[in-house]
């Protein structure tokens, strides 16, 4: 377990792109997912997991309702996979957790809430490659045999036709890792990736205390925030390009001009 409180740009964007050098290849390819919370104390649960109550069992309705009323045009395929994946990405509530392969996107959602600028941020960065050597054996075999590293809802169609066989792969719980179908400018945009749990209720931060070497917990200090914003919003890393659209600018431009907070 590694958790890391920055103290400058600088040491912030070591700390992202470290360790992304591939011998094997050559290159500079990072095989971390991140995710940004703008409040370092949220914790990394599902909006699934938000209802609260007994929301493991209201799953299933609404999932099976999505898929009544949403027009099935929208969907490449009859799958529960491409179904979730649509669904998470219009807001419903899913067992779904989004990351980006991208570091500044993370940081982008850590700092897009300038009134929570008083609190410390946090990129959470998943190894996806080590997570998924405690897949079950036909999810590893699939993955070897595509010569993939992430999961595709094609793919896991193959391997998985329905949400109650996840957990009869494998006695233990898991971290599965798969990428959305190109829906719209804005999946596309955000360089998005989920992922799933087996365990409908088991947070993703409580399995990854079990697996100390897949991950590390950086740390934003609020003080950090309005220089990371001003600096993302240079490199036109803003709500303008991520959520395509006159929503997005509209959310850009709103907080662009808004009147600077003190930390």
């Keep these: 377990m590694t958790t890391i409180r920055v103290k400058s740009w600088s040491e912030l964007h070591e700390r992202l792109f470290d360790d992304s050098w591939d011998d094997e290849i050559g290159r500079f390819r990072s095989r971390l997912a991140f995710r940004g919370l703008s409040d370092a104390d949220y914790p990394l649960a599902t909006t699934l997991m938000r209802l609260g109550g007994d929301y493991g069992s209201l799953e299933r309705h609404l999932l099976r309702n999505f898929k009544k009323y949403a027009h099935r045009s929208m969907v490449e395929h009859d799958s529960v996979w491409h179904w979730l994946a649509l669904a998470q990405h219009h807001g419903l509530p899913t067992r779904l957790l989004d990351w980006t392969y991208s570091p500044y996107i993370a940081l982008h959602f850590a700092t897009a809430n300038i009134e929570q600028f008083d609190r410390d941020g946090v990129i959470w960065a998943v190894n996806y490659l080590l997570a998924h050597r405690y897949l079950p054996e036909p999810l590893r075999l699939k993955l070897d045999e595509e010569g993939a590293n992430v999961f595709t809802v094609g793919m896991l169609s193959e391997c998985v036709s329905a949400l109650q066989e996840l957990p009869e792969l494998s006695l233990d719980n898991y971290l ?37 070497q897949l991950w590390q917990k950086i740390v934003i200090p609020a003080a950090l925030k309005w220089e990371i914003r001003d600096k993302l919003d240079q490199a036109n890393i803003t709500e303008r390009v991520l959520f395509p659209g006159l929503d997005g600018l509209s959310r850009w431009l709103t907080r662009h001009y808004s009147p600077k907070i003190s930390a």
Aim: with cysteine; glycine share 2%.
């Design 176 to 212: 599965l890792f798969i990428e959305p179908p190109s829906i719209d400018d804005r999946i596309v945009n955000q360089y998005g990736m989920f992922s799933i749990m087996p365990d409908v209720r088991c947070p993703v931060d409580q399995w990854l205390v079990a697996h100390p």
